[in-house]
């Protein structure tokens, strides 16, 4: 079983990775911002507003992840279905985008306990 605060404070150093969040079934939100372009407030704002899209999409097809560029690079946004929730922000020119899908099927995989 990993610790959640642990495990995302990894994924946080990597480089390019601009800022993380990770939401607890409970609500609660571990974050880590490693660039002042995208502060833990933005992360976390980001992650919270993703229960209007979870909703949106709550059919037995709605992919595990969805993913959206912006100026900088991307954001992806990954749900389980225990109720934890992920989000990074990652630079477009890092290698860490490269590592997006694998980096997601190890969330979905990690347990973190309850």
Do not use: K, Y
């Amino acid at each position: 079983m990993s610790d959640p605060r642990q495990w995302l404070a990894e994924r946080a150093s990597q480089p390019g990775t601009l800022a993380c969040a990770l939401r607890h079934p409970n609500g609660t939100v571990i974050s880590h911002s490693v660039d002042p372009s995208c502060p833990a407030a933005t992360i976390e704002n980001i992650l919270n507003r993703f229960d209007a899209l979870a909703a949106a999409t709550a059919e037995a097809t709605a992919p595990q992840w969805s993913t959206w560029a912006f100026e900088q690079g991307q954001i992806r946004l990954i749900e389980r279905p225990d109720g934890w929730r992920l989000a990074l922000a990652v630079r477009s020119d890092s290698p860490v985008l490269l590592s997006l899908d694998s980096l997601s099927r190890e969330f979905l995989s990690v347990s973190f306990g309850s």
